[in-house]
């Protein structure tokens, strides 16, 4: 098992994040509530190693992996950046803009640029939405065939309403009411019917309970 000592002050993990070169408490805090709303472009990563960790060395720098084709060149430069090590193991301290799943301290998934290139083509809504579908559904981005995770996504998504009411009240309006019956239709207490079943919703995304 890997052991990190504490040593220079450096106590807690959450310490260590806060030490970071150009980063602040209010941007870390920030970019770990909203996962759902990352620009795919910007995604990047602090890489450190353990063995400077280890004692008491928080050196390393901010890599954009939009500068990088692949894993391999990335990992490359994580190698010249530590390149006073013969054998680095490589420590990503903190990242910013990439969605869950596809990294941790110790740890990159394969497929992490063939997802964030699939990301960056879409609008932000629906990437909002995506992401948001794939965290309730447990979806792993690390795992399977990213254009056939989109696709699902697609058969499920139905779009983006002001709140779970207004959903209600376009399904409704699709029905062959007369408009009188209309005004007396109670749509809050439709929409939690809706949303008891075959729908659910976050942030104003609206999906198909698949």
Not at 60 to 89: I, M, N, V
Not at 137 to 154: A, M, T
């Amino acid at each position: 098992m890997r052991k990190i000592s504490i040593r220079n002050g450096i106590e807690t993990k959450q310490q260590h994040l806060l030490s970071l070169p150009n980063k602040s408490k209010k941007t870390i805090q920030n970019s770990k509530e909203m996962t759902h709303q990352i620009n795919t472009s910007e995604a990047s990563v602090y890489v450190g190693t353990y063995a400077k960790y280890n004692d008491g060395s928080i050196f390393g720098k901010w890599l954009k992996l939009s500068d990088y084709a692949d894993k391999e060149e990335f990992y490359t430069a994580c190698r010249e950046l530590h390149d006073d090590e013969e054998d680095p193991e490589f420590m990503f301290q903190d990242y910013e803009n990439i969605p869950n799943g596809l990294i941790d301290e110790c740890w990159i998934s394969d497929k992490i640029f063939e997802v964030l290139e699939a990301l960056e083509d879409m609008d932000e809504t629906r990437k909002e939405a995506f992401l948001i579908w794939c965290d309730n559904g447990h979806r792993k981005l690390s795992e399977g065939d990213i254009n056939d995770l989109i696709s699902d996504f697609d058969n499920d998504y139905i779009g983006e309403y002001e709140d779970e009411e207004d959903f209600a009240f376009e399904q409704v309006e699709q029905m062959d009411l007369p408009e009188f019956a209309k005004t007396y239709f109670d749509y809050e207490a439709y929409a939690r019917d809706l949303f008891c079943g075959d729908y659910w919703s976050e942030d104003g995304h609206v999906f198909y309970n698949s």
